[in-house]
């Protein structure tokens, strides 16, 4: 966190309690000798009939730091609903922004130098609901705060996970390579194995098929426990398969087929070497010596070539997401992604085409509906 932060933006939805207590703050954060300083001076200066600005307050006279504006996202027009927006809400608002400090989600050595404008949202229905739960409201709007500065705040850091999560692809893309040229083609398809599942995951988080916090155990609301971590990563992974490729995918039933049975085949190999000892059944039978230096066989070297090629082009379908909206790659590159992209597509396709395999035109299928990513695709911070 010692660059500078000039401006993030985050939102969050916390519902789940009575009717009118859901909360949906919007959040920009920044430094105030930059943009968000003249931001922050002009809502505070100029205000606005029905939509007054203020200052979140942990008391009467005890200002929040980083130094936090609510602006209402509706026009304020009854005594009542001021009221609980003032109090209640702006208290919440407060809570929420010393929540994100105490945490460590806003450094406290940035907190006197950072503003925070919260566009706050609460429902009209409020003003006119007598058996409001105000312990409720304060929650739910302290934890839809908080969510929404985690979620400002660590958009970079998502990015950054994404980015090392691509090159350890490509890495064991360019490793799995090189022990099958030199000849254990069956060992590197257990590092396919594991390249696809990391892509997966990958497409999922950019398209908001799960959070990409909790891909990782995380939950940005609560402070980090090995085993819970673990469990929710288990469930999230579970989720992702089935969104991705089992029966919550949209996908036909032919191509959830195909890969099934391309996931059985990751696995032979993975979890029991399965494909070696299929591979050594000759010797077992004794009708051939057992190798123990490496040997080129054509049809194993085959084999690691055709899921080495679908998980390239998954790859590839991937990459895109590094750009981000001030980082996006020149024209030159996109012509090329777009030649790799249409020569990918075409070498799978022929598995099915000229071999008559249905496993190419199922993984083209998956490959074109699950990683919609084009040239133009920016990563996308998971909501």
Sequence with gaps: MSDRI????????????????AAEPEVAIGEMDGPMGTAFANLLGNQVVGHSRVLALLNTDVMVRPPTICVSKVSVDNERYTSILMGTVQYATAMGVLDSV????????????????????????????TNLDHKILFEIHRKATTLAITKAMRSYSQYSFQVVRLISCFRSLCGAERVAINGYPFEAFTILRNTFDNLILISATNQNIADFLEVEGIRSEESYDPAVARKLRKKTERKIREKMLGSDSGLSKATQYELMRLNDLFDFETHGARLSMGAAIGWMKGEEPLNILPEFKAERFALFMNRYNEISWMLLRCLPIIQYSHLKLPAEWASKWLVLDRAFNENVEALTAQLGKPVGAAVVDFVTQKFPFQVDTLFQQSR
Excluded: Q
């Excluded at 000039?6 to 207590?21: D, H, K």
């Design 102 to 129: 105490r945490s460590g989600v806003i450094p406290r050595d940035k907190a006197n130098d950072l503003g925070i404008i919260v566009s706050v949202w609460l429902n009209p229905s409020v003003a006119t609901d």
């Design 6 to 21: 000039i401006m993030r933006i985050g939102e969050s939805l916390v519902a789940g309690g009575p009717p009118g207590t």
